[in-house]
């Protein structure tokens, strides 16, 4: 299969939503990009609607339930920060950066989910020290490119603040930026957070989200001028995107501490799960419920029961509950024995103690308890599409795809690069590709 380009950059800005599109057209690195590309603002993300499933589906073009990548993070009750999926080897199948190492091109990825350990040229992965006895440091240094990310950290270690944001996407700009000109490589995955986080705190639409835009969008400025620098901007092509929108919520659900009452979770007397017998998982707006032991049919009668109570009173927050059958059919984790999707204006917690429904307070969002707004929803919600620019070589300009899903990127990127993903849930947008 012959190459349409010689550079692929692939740019996500987390939390990108279509909503996002009239404030980018009036900052001038994004309007420049928007001019000459190809894109669609009508993109369908996957279920659930979380940046760890999200970001494995660009990069293979298939769906959790087939990716294995179903949340965020790992099914491990009473834990306080759970461990992420942040390694590849939970990944099932292949994905971009293993078919582009394979076919000799070097390939890179800064803050990039679910690559810690991945064979990558250069490889700076998104994984955070959630242990008290964790440093930063090297807890990023052992799951990367070791020598790579210790020189990015010499040059440009004083931007950074932890984990905080905007420090830490200035500090991830300073590195692609760099690696750009000095690598040149042929795949680059850049992940952005800025964006989701200022909304987590502050709300979808608040003057801290448009900051970040207006941040992000500088932040394409020297992304784009790097390429330039670097001489190879007639042989490179360049992907935007968003993994998925978010909403504001007011209410936080915590079905655990029903699941409590009713002794399907037991606690000891400081307030640590000593057994489960059911577990409700956030996806945030949306989560899974799983059974510890599928043969207890009590347990699962006990949960449909309680379920169809609180389906029928809507101040339960719960709008919709699937089968895990139904869950899989959605892409979703069909292991679950249920999975729920919240209303407008709740999300769920893992949390285990106070009342069931909560109002979310200043105090809360400050002490990072809850959030103003979320992700994670089913992708039918109403204004939650995100979006998807490209430009450069093999892209024709100007196309407007009137609709996709995000399961199509990766096949798209793929065909670019002159790579095959195998049998994928996506299919490669044709009509943008200059063959």
Same mark, same amino acid.
């Given at each position: 299969?012959?190459?349409?380009?010689?550079?692929?950059?692939?740019?996500?800005?987390?939390?990108?939503?279509?909503?996002?599109?009239?404030?980018?057209?009036?900052?001038?690195?994004?309007?420049?990009?928007?001019?000459?590309?190809?894109?669609?603002?009508?993109?369908?993300?996957?279920?659930?609607?979380?940046?760890?499933?999200?970001?494995?589906?660009?990069?293979?073009?298939?769906?959790?339930?087939?990716?294995?990548?179903?949340?965020?993070?790992?099914?491990?009750?009473?834990?306080?920060?759970?461990?992420?999926?942040?390694?590849?080897?939970?990944?099932?199948?292949?994905?971009?950066?293993?078919?582009?190492?394979?076919?000799?091109?070097?390939?890179?990825?800064?803050?990039?989910?679910?690559?810690?350990?991945?064979?990558?040229?250069?490889?700076?992965?998104?994984?955070?020290?959630?242990?008290?006895?964790?440093?930063?440091?090297?807890?990023?240094?052992?799951?990367?490119?070791?020598?790579?990310?210790?020189?990015?950290?010499?040059?440009?270690?004083?931007?950074?603040?932890?984990?905080?944001?905007?420090?830490?996407?200035?500090?991830?700009?300073?590195?692609?930026?760099?690696?750009?000109?000095?690598?040149?490589?042929?795949?680059?995955?850049?992940?952005?957070?800025?964006?989701?986080?200022?909304?987590?705190?502050?709300?979808?639409?608040?003057?801290?989200?448009?900051?970040?835009?207006?941040?992000?969008? !500088?932040?394409?400025?020297?992304?784009? *001028? =790097?390429?330039?620098?670097?001489?190879?901007?007639?042989? #490179?092509?360049? /992907?935007? +995107?968003?993994?998925?929108?978010?909403?504001?919520?007011?209410?936080?659900?915590?079905?655990?501490?029903?699941?409590?009452?009713?002794?399907?979770?037991?606690?000891?007397?400081?307030?640590?799960?000593?057994?489960?017998?059911?577990?409700?998982?956030?996806?945030?707006?949306? !989560?899974?419920?799983?059974?510890?032991? *599928? =043969?207890?049919?009590?347990?699962?009668?006990?949960?449909? #029961?309680?379920? /169809?109570? +609180?389906?029928?009173?809507?101040?339960?927050?719960?709008?919709?509950?699937?089968?895990?059958?139904?869950?899989?059919?959605?892409?979703?984790?069909?292991?679950?024995?249920?999975?729920?999707?919240?209303?407008?204006?709740?999300?769920?917690?893992?949390?285990?103690?106070?009342?069931?429904?909560?109002?979310?307070?200043?105090?809360?969002?400050?002490?990072?308890?809850?959030?103003?707004?979320?992700?994670?929803?089913?992708?039918?919600?109403?204004?939650?599409?995100?979006?998807?620019?490209?430009?450069?070589?093999?892209?024709?300009?100007?196309?407007?795809?009137?609709?996709?899903?995000?399961?199509?990127?990766?096949?798209?990127?793929?065909?670019?690069?002159?790579?095959?993903?195998?049998?994928?849930?996506?299919?490669?947008?044709?009509?943008?590709?200059?063959?």
């Amino acid at each position: 299969m012959s190459r349409l380009t010689d550079h692929l950059i692939i740019i996500s800005f987390d939390c990108l939503s279509a909503l996002d599109v009239p404030q980018m057209q009036e900052l001038p690195n994004f309007k420049a990009f928007i001019d000459k590309s190809s894109f669609c603002t009508d993109v369908e993300t996957i279920y659930p609607s979380v940046t760890y499933p999200c970001h494995t589906t660009i990069v293979t073009g298939n769906l959790p339930n087939k990716h294995c990548i179903v949340n965020n993070t790992l099914i491990q009750p009473g834990r306080i920060s759970p461990d992420w999926f942040w390694e590849r080897k939970h990944i099932k199948g292949t994905t971009l950066y293993d078919e582009a190492k394979d076919a000799g091109l070097k390939t890179a990825a800064i803050l990039w989910p679910v690559t810690a350990k991945a064979e990558i040229d250069y490889n700076m992965p998104e994984i955070f020290a959630n242990r008290p006895w964790h440093h930063q440091v090297p807890v990023s240094l052992l799951n990367g490119s070791f020598f790579f990310q210790i020189n990015m950290q010499l040059k440009f270690g004083h931007i950074r603040k932890g984990t905080e944001q905007p420090h830490l996407d200035d500090f991830a700009l300073e590195a692609a930026v760099h690696t750009i000109k000095t690598k040149k490589p042929g795949l680059m995955l850049l992940h952005l957070v800025d964006l989701d986080h200022q909304r987590h705190l502050h709300g979808f639409s608040s003057a801290e989200a448009s900051e970040a835009i207006r941040r992000h969008d !500088a932040r394409l400025g020297r992304i784009m *001028a =790097a390429i330039e620098e670097a001489g190879i901007s007639g042989q #490179s092509t360049v /992907a935007i +995107l968003g993994d998925h929108s978010a909403l504001d919520e007011s209410k936080v659900i915590k079905l655990n501490v029903l699941f409590i009452k009713r002794g399907l979770i037991k606690m000891d007397k400081s307030g640590k799960i000593v057994g489960w017998k059911a577990f409700c998982k956030s996806c945030d707006g949306s !989560a899974y419920i799983y059974v510890k032991d *599928a =043969a207890d049919d009590s347990v699962k009668n006990e949960v449909t #029961s309680m379920l /169809a109570e +609180l389906l029928r009173d809507p101040e339960s927050g719960i709008e919709q509950a699937f089968t895990g059958q139904e869950a899989n059919a959605l892409g979703a984790d069909g292991h679950a024995f249920r999975m729920l999707e919240a209303r407008h204006g709740y999300y769920f917690s893992e949390g285990l103690s106070g009342d069931y429904i909560e109002e979310i307070t200043s105090e809360d969002v400050i002490r990072k308890k809850y959030t103003r707004a979320c992700h994670g929803y089913s992708p039918e919600k109403e204004d939650y599409k995100t979006v998807f620019f490209i430009s450069g070589k093999g892209i024709r300009p100007g196309i407007t795809v009137r609709s996709m899903h995000l399961v199509d990127e990766g096949p798209t990127f793929a065909r670019l690069l002159g790579l095959n993903l195998g049998h994928t849930d996506g299919r490669v947008i044709d009509g943008i590709l200059d063959e």
